[in-house]
């Protein structure tokens, strides 16, 4: 029986943010599905020893380390994948990381970083790439969003809202795409087991120890989601009721849940 897997064997996928995390456990599933595979992120030797490692699964590999903050990154991007000869079938907008604190106690520079990677780039790429999917009429987008989209989350206001983009912009898109043959999919994780915590500057709270998920799990739900059609996927079933629970509440309340979630311990 045809699998929904087998639709992406033999093609090539891209995954931003490959380097660590999340990036890096969806290319070894969809290297283990048969996808050949770019890798992009700045740190090349971690990509180099990804790559290796995802051979053993007769998958080609390419690594491509670029900061993708940079205003000419997604451009730069398209053209060596263009270059290159690859039709990029699946795309994973991946690469992200989020900065814990009182709002204006954070830098702009750091701060104005992670609004170019979490939003401009996702955009920029997305454009980019979906144009190509499109003309083609086939075609997978994965946009990596957050649990933290679906409220106003104090101490990562500014992350937060970043991701509420990513949601609402992905599940837009997902609707003006149909019919082409190009599925995207929002993957809002919750808490998941990455050098997220770290990268942020917070120590994991009471609720992160519970809840916290595998990459594996995120990687297949996603993964799951994109190939069915699915516009948008929560994965794990405390997520998906914590997110479903916030349509109940009032939105003052839901900053004051998210805020007390958040909280060290
Ligand atoms: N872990 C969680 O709890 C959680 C929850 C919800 C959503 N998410 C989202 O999941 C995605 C993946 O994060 P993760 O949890 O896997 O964290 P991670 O382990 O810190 O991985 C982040 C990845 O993004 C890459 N990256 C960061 N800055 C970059 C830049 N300027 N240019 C290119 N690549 C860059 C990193 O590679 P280099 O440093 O090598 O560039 C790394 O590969 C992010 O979008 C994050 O917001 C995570």
């Known amino acids: 029986m045809a699998r929904n897997t ?47 490692e995802l051979r053993t699964h007769g998958v ?17 991007l398209k053209r ?10 699946l795309l994973v907008n991946n690469a992200g990381f989020g900065l814990y604190g009182p709002d204006l106690e954070i830098p702009w520079e750091r701060e104005h970083e992670m609004l170019e990677l979490d939003i401009v780039a996702v955009v920029d790429l997305t454009k980019r790439y979906a144009r190509d ?35 609402s912009y992905g599940e ?22 990455t050098e997220f915590l770290e990268v942020s500057g917070q120590a994991p709270a009471f609720y992160h120890r519970l809840t916290m998920m595998d990459p594996r799990a995120v990687t297949k ?13 929560i994965p794990g079933l405390v997520n998906k009721i914590a997110a479903f629970s916030l349509r109940f509440m009032p939105r003052r309340w839901q900053a004051v849940t998210a805020h007390l979630t958040m909280k060290p311990d």
């Open 221 to 233: 739900a996603g993964l799951d989601a994109v190939l069915r059609g699915r516009p948008s996927v």
């Open 6 to 52: 087998d639709k992406i064997r033999g093609r090539w996928g891209l995954v931003t943010g490959a380097s660590s995390g999340i990036g890096a456990d969806f290319c070894r599933l969809l290297a283990e599905e048969g996808m050949h595979l770019v890798l992009v992120a700045r740190r090349e030797d971690r990509l180099k020893a990804l790559a290796d």
């Open 60 to 76: 080609v590999t390419r690594i491509i380390a670029l900061d993708l903050a940079r205003p000419d990154a997604a451009a730069e």
């Open 80 to 89: 060596r994948t263009d270059e290159a000869g690859l039709e990029i079938d």
């Open 172 to 193: 837009a898109l997902a609707y003006e795409l149909r019919g082409t043959g190009v599925s995207v999919t929002v993957l809002s994780p919750g808490v998941t087991r």
């Open 133 to 167: 999917m499109v003309r083609r009429g086939r075609g997978w987008i994965i946009q990596v969003a957050s649990v933290g989209a679906y409220q106003a989350s104090p101490t990562y206001a500014a992350y937060s809202a970043a991701k509420a983009f990513v949601l």
